[in-house]
Every structure is written in C-alpha cells, then in structure tokens.
C-alpha cells in the first residue's frame, strides 16, 4: 500500500512542532494578507457570459454565416412584451411608437437595431397585436459579442427609457395587483434570461455562503459538543478560501482561465464540504492519539504521521477527478476543471499544514469540555477528584467513565455484524442500491434553461406572456441560412407543410443574391425537446428542396441558428462529454486506488460499490424531484456533474476506511481488522457525511433548478454512500473476500479462523 506514516509523521513535526506550528499559521495569515491585497478576488473576475458551445459547433458556424450575409438580422434579440389584460389602448400603442423613436436617436450600448414603429401608421403598429389585442412584442437588437455587464447594462437602460417614456413603471406592475387595469411589461428573449441568470447566481452568493457556514457550524457543535474545536474547519476553510480567491481571480484576470458565478457557488459548497472533511478524518486520529499519548505535540504528529497519507490520497483523487473535466467540449463543463481543483488542492495543502498547527496550539483545549485524557491522567485525575471533593464524587466520576466505556463498546456492534455476517449485509446493501437505481431509468431530462428559473422571474413572465397569447415559437425564431440556390419560393412552401411549423418568411441577401434566409417560427416552445427534435426534419426538408431545385452538395449549404438549434447542440455537447468524462475518471480513479492500495481486487470492488451508489442517488433523487417536487425532468448537465463528485468524494470516504482495515489487518485477523476499521471510522465518517451533504444541500435552498437538483443529488449520494456503502457494503466484500482482497499483493498473516471467530465477538 502507497503509505508513508513515517513522512507524515515528519511532515507533521515540521508544520505542528514547538515552535514551528506558530510559524505554519504566520504563514498563512501573512499569505492571505499579501493574495489579497496583490491579486484581484475571484468575483471581481467572473464572466457569465462565456460561450458555452466549440468554435466548430453547427449553430456556432451557423451563426456566423448569418451575420456575414444578414448583418442587420444578427445579434442577440431583448424582447419587451408590453400586456394589459383588459387590452392594449391607442394612449401604450403612441408611447410605443415615442419608444421606438427614442432608441433609434439614443441607442443602449451595443444596439444593433430596433424597429421602425415611429415611421409607420398606428393602425400598422396594432396589426402587431396578438390576437386578444392584449399583448405586443417590441424586438431590440444586441451585438452578439456583448459581454454580461453590457447586457446588464442595456437591460437598466432600457428599463430607464421605458419608465421615462410611459411614466409609471410597468416593469413592476403586475394585473393580479390590479385587476388588470395597468400596463405591464417584461424583458425576455436570449438577452432578459442571459441577464436574469446573471442577477440569480449574483444574488446567491451572499445567501449561500452565509447558509452554508452556519449548517457547518451548527452540525460541528452537535457532533463535536466543542464550540472552540468546531470553528477550527471554518478557520482552515476560510483561509484556504481567502488564498484560492486571489489565485483565481489572477489566473482569470490573465485569460488562462474562466470563472462564472455558477462555479464560484459550487465552489464555496465543495471547499466546506471537502475541508471539513479533511479536519474531521484529522481531528479523529487527534482524538484518538490524546487517549494514548500525554504530550499534545507528539499526539499531533502521530495524527498527521496515520492521516496523512489517507488525507492526501483523499485530495488527490477529487483533484484529478474534476481535472477530467477538461476532456469536456461543453464550456461549462470544462470551465469547472481548473478552479475546482485549485480549489481543493489549497484545501488539502490547507489541511495538511493549517490545522495540525492550529490543532496543535489548541492542544486538549480544543475538545474543551470533553477532553480526552490517557487513563494515567484519569486516574490521576480521579485521585484528585477524591482529594479535593470525596469519594463521592470520584466514584460519580468513574461511573461516568465507566458509561462512556460502554457506549463504544455498544457503538462496535456494527462493525462486529459486518464481520459476522459478510454475505448477508453485502446481498441487502446490494438489493437496497439496485432498487433505488432501479428509478434512473425513468429520468426525463432538460436542456431550458428557462426551467431553471423560478416562476416570478422577468424573462419567464415574458416567455409566458409570449407563449399564451402568440406562438411559443416566436419568443426565439429558427433562422435557417442556404448559400446556394435560385429562389426562396420552393423552400418556403416546404417548410410551410411541416405540421410543427406555425410562420415562415424568407429574405435574400445583399451581399450575394444565391444566399437565402428562412425564420421559421415554430408551434412549440423553443427551448423544449419537442422543438430540437424537430431540426434534423427541417434540415433534412431544405435540403430535399434544394435537391429538388438541382443544387448541388444541398447538404452542405444548409445552416440552422437560433435558440432551438444552440439547445439542439448543447443536448449533444453534454451526452457526448458524459459519455466521454465518466470512463476517464473511472479509469483515473481505478489507477490511483491500484497505485494506493496495490490490490486489484479491491481496486475493483472500491469502483463497483461508488457506481451502484450513484446509480441509487439519480434514482432516488428523481423520486424526490419528480414524485415530492413535481420537477417534470432533470438538467441535463446534472449526470456528468453528479458523478465527478460522488465517485470523487464516494473514494474519500472508502480510502478512510480501507486504510484503517488496511492498518489493523498487519496486527489482526482480517474479519476483526474490519471490524475494527468499520468501528474507529464509523464515527468519523458518519459525521463527515452528513456536514458533506448538508453542505450540497444548502444549495437546495437556492432559486436556481439547476442548482437545486444538483445539490440534492449530491447530499443524496454522500448519505447513501456514507450510511450504505461505507458501513455495510464495502467492509462486507473485504471480509467475504478474505486474503484475496489483496490480490496481488501478499495478504498479512491472518490468525487461525478459530481464533478470528473468538477475537472478533470480544
């Protein structure tokens, strides 16, 4: 096994001795001063505007010819949809018009058009109408290149003009208010749901952080009973975020990186999540040293000297893991890669250096008021007791001690079950995980983003508004471009007979008179299934008519854009990166385990065990979702985001233990070294797994679907892990597996059965 306790145990000495441990935390403190003082923090840095699809993407490429032959049709469309429920009047229809006329005399930032309404009769402007006479789309167009503070920037501006123009402001009225009396308005389209997505993750950071440090707090009292021990995790958190934050923020100031705000909340989860587990797995070894040795410091180094291997392994298992991610095409998916693991690389270092210094200043103090003590110390302790205040109190004392003795000694039963009753626990873990995957198969999953907004939000009123008084398809048209051919008439027609399609029209380019455009306004909403199912029978319609009209190579001059093909190949991007991500980090992680543990077989069975437990959290998450939530379909990005964090952090916790059992097989029968393993880790990792999953689950609370499914997900799949996997079925595999479990490696030298039987019922 990759384990090296005498360099910890040195690595130990040099960040937590006598002197050294003041210099370790020095260190820190003047590093986090000097980071951000000289580098920019990483929400100074954040762009949510980055391109999420390749260069090379159909709709990318697609795009692009339309702006080279149709430059007045291209940018990115911010639809204001004026509504009064009891109809529009002639008085919203004039300042309409007043509207149009202002912007075309006082353009926001990067406005590439707007419509004429100033120069055309008011009776024309009316023909606009929906059919109710209720609603009325007014189209801005914004230069695609603009970055989100220009669109957040646009949106203000526009939201000032409007108000100045109409006197009251409708963007905050609202017909249940009224009775629908006033006049409303909403901006929606790709710019108002760029600009609403923006304004959520923004608005969630401070609700999250402040969230996720106050569950962390109050489950480290609860489990620690030691206000003082339970704020050294947030300490060591909170230094490593305040190193991590500049480094970030450099590295992207620099371009060698990309931060959005969506990554900046996972983020804060993950460093709490991961860092308090790093301290726990530390702080039980601590608590455990105390018990045997009477000098903090030298309890300190034997800590880090039988944690640290497993800690670092722990690490670097997540870090290569998210590393993975840069095999990803999708952009979110790839941006993830590089913060995320400098993220919990920091942590790690973090743990291995900050909290044995601050543990060992602590000393005992920190377990303050249950401190744990050699039994020479309780002993002398008690005779002190006696001495000052009776033999009364003494023996109250040694009561107390002697119940405690006996809450560990019931807390070893499941250890001893496991140990007794491999095949039982290993065949109901199994069946339990099976069933509870078993659900996976009847996942639906989303790729609109509208979906994952909450019902009030500007950009999905509007899209309603939109959807119920016109077509849905008219929130965001198809646009499809051909370069060669004679004339629009025949591929107008076509289109025209597809039974999805509401409203074709059709324009010639300026710039090349065989060049042809074709808006095709669809009946279902854009951004469904429904809507990017329909693409390849559209292509395939164009290309048949252009075939028909003798075109040669039809096929290749055909381009589709719009909002419904970007989906198209974001539904395509991400099941392609899913496919190719999880056999990479399964593959990575199954080296690492085989490097550590030197044990195929147990390499093997690690592996298996952390994929049927997230095959149970997408099944037991979409019950939740879908049965409890009524969620209609999953994210589509969740799966890959998912399991690049459960199979990471699932490891993190089988390391632990495997590395215990590992420990105690070189002294003991198997079966009793994973009872003991299952025992002195039960503790530890319980209590790991549930601020790991209350930590995920924080982000629940938050207004963002995406956010919400993945969040529960995760929590989901830590808790399954921690109380199925970890307690029952791995250690119930080891001791069915027996010596073979270090297959190749030679097996310790077990004790007869007969004696493993006997010891491991004591």
Not at 675 to 703: E, H, K, M
Not at 716 to 738: K, Y
Request: hydrophobic share 50%; net charge positive.
């Amino acid at each position: 096994m990759l384990e090296n306790p005498g360099f910890f145990a040195a690595w130990g000495r040099l960040v937590a001795g006598r002197r050294s441990r003041f210099v370790t935390l020095a260190l820190w403190i003047v590093l986090t001063a000097v980071l951000s003082i000289v580098l920019p923090s990483v929400t100074k840095e954040e762009n949510n505007n980055a391109a999420e699809l390749p260069s090379r993407a159909a709709s990318v490429v697609a795009a692009q010819m339309q702006k080279k032959y149709f430059p007045s049709n291209s940018g990115t469309p911010a639809l204001i949809v004026f509504y009064r429920a009891g109809g529009l009047q002639t008085t919203d229809l004039e300042k309409i018009q007043r509207l149009s006329g202002y912007l075309h005399d006082h353009p926001v930032p990067e406005q590439s058009s707007v419509p004429d309404f100033q120069h055309v009769p008011l009776a024309v402007v009316a023909k606009l109408e929906s059919k109710d006479e209720t609603t009325l789309v007014f189209p801005i167009s914004i230069d695609s290149k603009a970055g989100t503070a220009t669109l957040e920037t646009d949106v203000a501006a526009i939201h000032k003009d409007v108000e100045q123009i109409f006197g009251d402001d409708p963007f905050q009225a609202t017909s249940d208010a009224s009775h629908g009396q006033v006049l409303e308005a909403r901006i929606t389209g790709p710019v108002g749901i760029a600009t609403d997505a923006t304004s959520l993750f923004k608005n969630a950071d401070i609700t999250l952080l402040a969230a996720t440090v106050s569950l962390v707090l109050i489950l480290l009292i609860l489990l620690y009973r030691s206000p003082l021990l339970a704020l050294v995790p947030l300490i060591s958190v909170g230094f490593a975020y305040g190193v991590i934050s500049p480094i970030l923020g450099g590295l992207a100031k620099l371009g060698w990186l990309t931060v959005g705000a969506q990554s900046v909340s996972i983020m804060t989860v993950l460093l709490f999540g991961a860092g308090t587990d790093y301290c726990l797995f530390l702080v039980a070894r601590f608590r455990e040293a105390l018990h045997n040795e009477s000098d903090p410091k030298r309890a300190m180094h034997q800590s880090v000297g039988q944690a640290g291997g497993a800690i670092a392994m722990s690490a670097l298992t997540v870090v290569v893991s998210l590393l993975t991610l840069l095999f990803a095409k999708y952009g979110s998916d790839h941006r993830f890669a590089l913060p995320f693991s400098i993220a919990i690389f920091m942590m790690a270092i973090a743990g291995l250096t900050l909290v044995p210094a601050l543990l060992s200043i602590l000393g005992r103090r920190a377990f303050v008021p249950f401190v744990p003590r050699t039994p020479e110390m309780e002993a002398a302790r008690t005779a002190r007791r006696r001495q000052k205040r009776g033999e009364r109190a003494a023996l109250r004392y040694e009561q107390k001690l002697q119940k405690k003795q006996a809450r560990n000694a019931r807390s070893g039963r499941m250890g001893r079950l496991v140990a007794r009753r491999p095949w039982t626990i290993a065949g109901i873990s199994v069946v339990v995980l099976l069933i509870l995957g078993s659900f996976a198969t009847q996942i639906h999953y989303t790729y609109n983003l509208l979906d994952s907004f909450p019902k009030n939000m500007p950009s999905r009123v509007g899209f309603h508004l939109i959807e119920t008084h016109y077509a849905a398809g008219d929130l965001a048209p198809i646009e499809i471009v051909t370069t060669k051919g004679k004339s629009t008439e025949k591929v107008e027609r076509d289109l025209k007979k597809l039974p999805f399609v509401g409203t074709v029209s059709s324009a010639t380019s300026k710039v090349n008179n065989t060049v042809h455009q074709y808006t095709v306004v669809e009946k279902s909403n854009p951004y469904s299934n429904a809507a990017m199912n329909t693409l390849p029978t559209l292509r395939q319609a164009v290309v048949d008519s252009l075939r028909h009209e003798g075109v040669p190579d039809a096929k290749a001059s055909v381009y589709i854009s719009g909002e419904t093909a970007t989906q198209f190949d974001t539904r395509y991007y991400t099941t392609r990166d899913t496919k190719v991500v999880i056999p990479i980090v399964i593959a990575v992680i199954a080296l690492l385990l085989l490097t550590y543990l030197r044990s195929i077989v147990a390499m093997v069975y690690l592996i298996v065990t952390v994929g049927l437990s997230y095959l149970a959290a997408l099944g037991t998450g979409w019950l939740l979702l879908h049965g409890v939530m009524h969620a209609t379909a999953l994210e589509g990005a969740i799966p890959l985001y998912a399991f690049v964090f459960l199979v990471a952090l699932g490891e993190d916790y089988n390391i632990f233990m495997i590395s215990r059992i590992w420990q105690e097989a070189r002294r003991k029968p198997l079966r009793e070294a994973v009872a003991i393993g299952v025992n002195r880790t039960g503790a530890v990792i319980t209590s790991a797994g549930l601020i790991l999953a209350g930590t995920f689950a924080v982000l629940a609370g938050l207004p963002i679907q995406i956010l919400v499914q993945f969040g529960l997900l995760t929590a989901l799949g830590v808790l399954i892990d921690t109380f199925i996997v970890r307690p029952f079925l791995v250690p119930s595999i080891t001791a069915i597996l027996g010596r073979f479990a270090f297959w190749p490696s030679p097996a310790p030298e077990f004790a007869s059965e007969a004696k493993m039987e006997s010891e491991t019922s004591i």
